[in-house]
């Protein structure tokens, strides 16, 4: 007799269908549907008021949904909300946690809200707080509070980690300490939701990404896919000063896909890097323009922003 059917390898840890939240003003989630599988870390991408934090506050159980369908782990927050509870792990996007408390008594507190996880002492060494353990909140650093608030959404041992902007406003070294300690989550199989407008961050971070715009899901993919789907291998910028430039005859260039002018630069999207750079020296020589500066970088996610939108993230 044949055996029992075997079940997939991975399942899917977040449902999400035709999800729609208004207010007063904006429409904040507009019809998004998304599916996160057990064990993959999956970045929401997107400009200020795309309405990630809304989509992520909804399946975290802090915010209703208009209408839509919203499935964590198997369970429904109409339903469920205790065991909900027990199994995810939260990172807001700004954790206002007691100042007067030390680091210890932080998440010793944290850890009497689960039934089962790490004790506050372990926690500490996950994170890498030990040298503050008895340090009070309100004199850690920016990047040490983010690393405790971190440390507050594991001591439950969640199946499913929530992280919202985990590194906005931090510098560079903190993001890079906060990025390590997240891919050892990773790398030990947890399921993470990660919300984010670094770009560079999700595509070390993700294996999946949908980019968020206006309330929609405007592509989804894994990064690689995402910078392929636009067709360009690298991106140039120059800039020829005051000159006078024309764009059309830019434009013509062989394996030049787009052109715009953008704050005094003009930035080209090509497919070969190493016939594009020849080809625009000459063009300016033709044009008798001086070139007063140059850069390329291979395509990015930002990159597929741009494509998509017209924008560039940081410029909202």
């Known amino acids: 007799m044949p055996g029992p059917m075997q079940e997939p390898q991975s399942k899917a840890a977040l449902c999400v269908r035709n999800l729609r939240k208004a207010y007063k003003d904006v429409v904040a989630v507009n019809g998004v549907d998304l599916e996160v599988l057990s064990g993959e870390c999956f970045g929401l991408l997107g400009p200020n008021g795309a309405g990630k934090t809304t989509t992520i506050e909804i399946c975290e159980g802090l915010t209703e949904a208009d209408s839509g369908e919203v499935e964590v782990l198997g369970l429904r927050w109409s339903s469920d909300a205790p065991a909900l509870r027990q199994k995810l792990g939260i990172q807001l996007q700004d954790t206002q946690l007691a100042e007067k408390l030390t680091v210890l008594e932080t998440l010793r507190l944290f850890r009497s809200f689960f039934h089962q996880g790490p004790g506050a002492e372990e926690a500490i060494r996950m994170v890498q707080l030990d040298e503050k ?184």
């Open 133 to 316: 353990r008895d340090a009070r909140v309100g004199a850690l650093s920016g990047g040490q509070k983010q690393r405790l608030a971190l440390a507050c959404a594991l001591v439950g041992d969640p199946d499913l980690l929530f992280l919202d902007e985990p590194t906005t406003g931090l510098d560079p070294q903190a993001r890079r300490q906060l990025w390590y300690l997240i891919e050892e989550f990773k790398a030990a199989g947890r399921t993470i939701l990660l919300t984010t407008h670094y770009m560079d961050e999700a595509e070390r971070l993700c294996g999946r990404v949908a980019i968020m715009d206006h309330g929609k899901i405007i592509a989804q993919g894994t990064p690689r896919e995402l910078i392929a789907s636009i067709g360009v291998e690298h991106v140039v910028e120059f800039s020829a000063g005051s000159s006078s430039l024309d764009l059309a005859g830019i434009g013509g260039m062989a394996g030049v896909r787009d052109v715009r002018g953008e704050n005094g630069n003009v930035l080209l999207q090509v497919t070969e890097l190493h016939r594009a750079v020849p080809a625009l020296l000459n063009e300016l020589g033709r044009q008798g323009v001086p070139l007063t500066e140059l850069r390329t970088h291979s395509a990015t996610l930002e990159d597929v922003f741009v494509h998509l939108t017209g924008r560039h993230l940081r410029d909202e």
